[in-house]
């Protein structure tokens, strides 16, 4: 059984992963600010700030899922959470799984990132925290963390949750796209990906992309 230590855990996608990873039998710590009303039998929720919980959940954990939206409050500040999160999984030898966003994939091997184009302006301020965050990872993070930033398909969201169908693609920072050119992932098909890559660790210091 691991103990994954789920950040974000009542946000889309860590509410998944807190009941994708209960159901594979893992112990499970969901850390948000308030408490869900929806509580998922036997998982453990701590609620209070990313920097007054992390200190003493991290060192105990085998994986870490860092799934915090750059909104609210947490605006401006997620590239130093974060920062602090890889440092603290990396002490403590823990599977480090950081969620980012679908404009940090590439359109094409070799090819500009789509946040370094034309993002609409709603969302132009959270894709570039989002990328800030791979960057980190990519240039900055600590030696011997085993770490994976995921990134979802261009249709994923609340909005269009979808159903588990348990078959989906696994690949690089390349964007992925079905034969009709959508790029789709459901909640519960994302979630499996990332608690997949707990279970099974294939891609180490690595940016990968779930889509079907």
């Known amino acids: 059984m691991t103990r994954i230590v789920v950040f974000g ?11 994708e990873a209960a159901s594979r039998g893992h112990q499970v710590v969901s850390v948000s600010r308030t408490e869900p009303k929806d509580l998922v039998r036997g998982v453990r929720y701590e609620t209070g700030d990313v920097e007054q919980v992390a200190g003493r959940l991290v060192p105990d954990a ?29 002490a403590a030898g823990a599977r480090y799984v950081q969620v980012g966003g679908f404009s940090s994939l590439r359109p094409a091997p070799g090819a500009p990132r ?26 900055e993070a600590p030696e011997g963390l085993d770490w994976v930033f995921v990134s979802p398909a261009g249709g994923y969201g609340a ?54």
């Open 62 to 90: 085998d994986a870490v899922v860092a799934a915090l939206s750059p909104r609210g409050d947490m605006s401006g500040r997620l590239v130093e959470v974060y920062r602090g999160l890889a440092q603290q999984a990396a």
């Open 159 to 212: 909005w269009a949750a979808g159903e588990r169908t348990g078959s989906f693609r696994v690949g690089d920072d390349v964007a992925l796209f079905d034969a009709e050119g959508g790029s789709f992932i459901s909640g519960a098909d994302f979630a499996s990906a990332i608690v997949d890559e707990i279970d099974r660790p294939v891609h180490h210091r690595a940016h990968i992309g779930v889509a079907y």
């Open 114 to 139: 789509f946040v370094e184009g034309d993002i609409p302006e709603q969302f132009r301020d959270e894709a570039l925290e989002g990328e800030a965050t791979r960057v980190l990872l990519a240039e």
């Open 9 to 19: 855990g009542t946000g889309y996608t860590g509410a998944n992963v807190v009941r």
